[in-house]
């Protein structure tokens, strides 16, 4: 997933996501969609083994399109479930700005509350935060016991070898790297960066896994498959800097109503995805190639989900 195209494509459609009057009545099969990204086909394939293994019967809609469509979808009753990041809710009802986001349990309770209105229900979310974040190399991060923004800050402020791998909006936005800054009080020089075309995290987490003119480190997004690959290790933001993303299915409140058992097949799937098991389960698809469906069945079998 890329967040800085999902918020730009969730602004553009937010006056195209209307409010429906009746919810149409759940359908035999549930419809299960994804985005097109790697991980929301890896979540959506989970949700339809999950519910085919429990004899729920579905309709396999995966890797939709982007953010716009299917939650367009999912308002108008054209699909009935998909996960969905909790602060992409901030989006959907124009309040992207308040601090409600950047608390992962309060996030998720307010994208529930907005989202009734709509005959939505977002269910438990994964524990794994897919938002901005700084990853440094692993032997950096070993060697100088760093496992926090506050201990890059401190070892920043001391003088300890640091540059960053970033696109320039991560650089220049308030919302990215300003924001770390001001939370974690430190600074960076202008050598202390490398900036690199477009916003793309495979090309970051690369520079600092080579060491591309010095980086050692990566704008990265949470959940990115090739950062434990690669040898990074991502930095905690404890003091929340960045608003959480974390994935959730939502579904419409009449398809759940029909079939309750839903809530209790997915939730304990779900919250065995923390970052480190999704980036590894991400790394599979993204570094090794893997079949998204094939991983999703490995993953539910080895761990009990499915038999």
Known sequence: MTITSIRRSIIGAVGAIALFGTVAAAQDAVRVASKLD???GLLGSMIIQVLEANGIKTENKLQMGA??????????????IYPEYTGNAGFFFSIDTDPVWKNAEQAAAKAGELDAENGIIWLKAAPANNTWAIALRKDVADANKLGTMEDLASYIGA???FKLAAS?????????????QSAYGFSLNADQTLVLAGGDTSATIRAAAEQTSGVNAAMVYGTDGAIAALGLV???????????????PTIRKAVLDANPQIKDLLEPVFASLDATTLQELNAKIQVDGQDITAVAKDYLMVNGFVK
């Open 159 to 161: 003088g300890g070898a």
């Open 168 to 180: 320039a909006e991560f650089v220049e936005s308030p919302a990215a790297l300003p924001a770390f």
């Open 38 to 40: 790697a991980e929301g």
């Open 67 to 80: 953010t716009k469509i299917v939650r367009s979808a999912l308002v108008a009753g054209e699909i009935d």
């Open 234 to 248: 991502v930095m905690a933001d404890s003091k929340g800097a960045q608003a959480v993303y974390e994935p959730a």
